[in-house]
C-alpha cells in the first residue's frame, strides 16, 4: 500500500524540461520554415484573400455611413 517515493527536485526538473521541450517544438513549427515555404504560405494567403475580396459585393452610397 505504500507509493514510490518521489524526489520533488528532480520531478520538477523534468517538468521544467518537458515544458522547455514543448516551446522549442512550436518555435520550430512556427520560425523553422525555409524562404520557400515562407512565399508559399504568402502566395496562398494572398490568393485566398483576393478570391474572397472578388465575392463581396458593394453597395452604392451605403459604404460611407454619411446618409442618415
Do not use: C, P, Y
Request: net charge positive.
Amino acid at each position: 500500500m505504500t507509493g514510490d517515493v518521489v524526489n520533488l527536485r528532480q520531478f520538477r526538473k523534468q517538468k521544467a524540461r518537458t515544458e522547455k521541450d514543448k516551446v522549442a517544438e512550436q518555435n520550430r513549427i512556427s520560425f523553422g520554415r525555409t524562404k520557400t515555404e515562407k512565399q508559399l504560405t504568402k502566395a496562398l494567403n494572398d490568393k485566398a484573400e483576393k478570391s474572397l475580396d472578388q465575392g463581396r459585393r458593394e453597395t452604392a452610397g451605403h459604404d460611407t455611413g454619411d446618409e442618415r
